[in-house]
């Protein structure tokens, strides 16, 4: 069976906003591909639904979210990017609809960016692992307000707080789908992908007995190399790619 190869992604873009659901999931996702973006000159903005509040069993949200917004901050600027915003929904819970499209849109409004990232909206891994409910609302959210943004008739509200529609959304780019058609090479940006998942430490050291530099690399070390077999044999970041 011929395995089908990824395609590169676009290249003629200035502006790209990452949306995820919590601290963790871009640098587990595909920081390699935006250090590569960044170190071209391209602008990348994040915006996080929550601060990550519930993620650690063992420390209590009200202390947990600044320490774990904290390392998405020192994450992101490992990989050359400086403004994350936090859009304060509540972690684990996040619920899909209208309150989180207008969230959603207003930032899209605000940043106006070509290309807008996310992470896998639907219910499996793969199909061979659930997928958080979160991950689902805001990775689904995305899509939709990546078309919202760009109409005036949908959130008039927004108008009125001086957003005005956007309708330069150009692709929507997903993150761990299990059926990418895009990729990125990896190579340049491998390092500050390590150094960057590294600064959730605190995270990473309840999720796994292993050293964390140990398991980090080697967790995107793996991905990394499954994708390139479909990437001319270099290690890369996979996206499925939505064109508007």
Do not use: K
């Not at 995820?20 to 587990?28: F, N, S």
């Not at 307000?145 to 001086?162: K, S």
């Not at 309840?206 to 077999?229: I, K, M, W």
Request: aromatic share 8%; with cysteine; charged share 25%.
């Amino acid at each position: 069976m011929t395995t089908t190869q990824l395609q590169p992604m676009p290249g003629d873009w200035r502006r790209a906003l990452a949306v995820v659901a919590h601290p963790d999931d871009l640098e587990y996702g595909c920081s390699a591909a935006i250090a590569a973006w960044t170190d071209e000159g391209r602008e990348v903005a994040y915006v996080l639904a929550t601060r990550g509040e519930a993620g650690i069993d063992t420390i209590e949200p009200a202390r947990c979210g600044p320490l774990r917004e904290r390392e998405q901050r020192a994450s992101a600027a490992v990989v050359g990017v400086s403004e994350v915003e936090f859009l304060d929904h509540e972690d684990g819970v996040i619920e899909y609809g209208t309150a989180l499209r207008r969230d959603i849109a207003a930032v899209i409004r605000r940043h106006r960016p070509e290309l807008v990232i996310t992470l896998n909206h639907r219910d499996t891994w793969g199909g061979v692992a659930w997928n958080t409910p979160d991950h689902v609302a805001v990775g689904r959210a995305v899509l939709d307000a990546a078309g919202d943004a760009g109409n005036r008739w949908i959130f008039p509200d927004l108008v009125e707080r001086g957003l005005d529609p956007w309708d330069g959304v150009r692709w929507v780019a997903v993150a761990g789908s299990s059926t990418p058609t895009h990729a990125v090479d990896a190579t340049a940006g491998m390092e500050r992908a390590v150094a960057s998942l590294l600064e959730h430490r605190s995270y990473i050291e309840v999720l796994t007995d292993e050293d964390p530099e140990t398991y980090v690399r080697g967790f995107l070390a793996q991905h990394a190399a499954r994708t390139g077999e479909r990437f001319g044999g270099r290690p890369a970041v996979a996206f499925e790619l939505f064109s508007r």
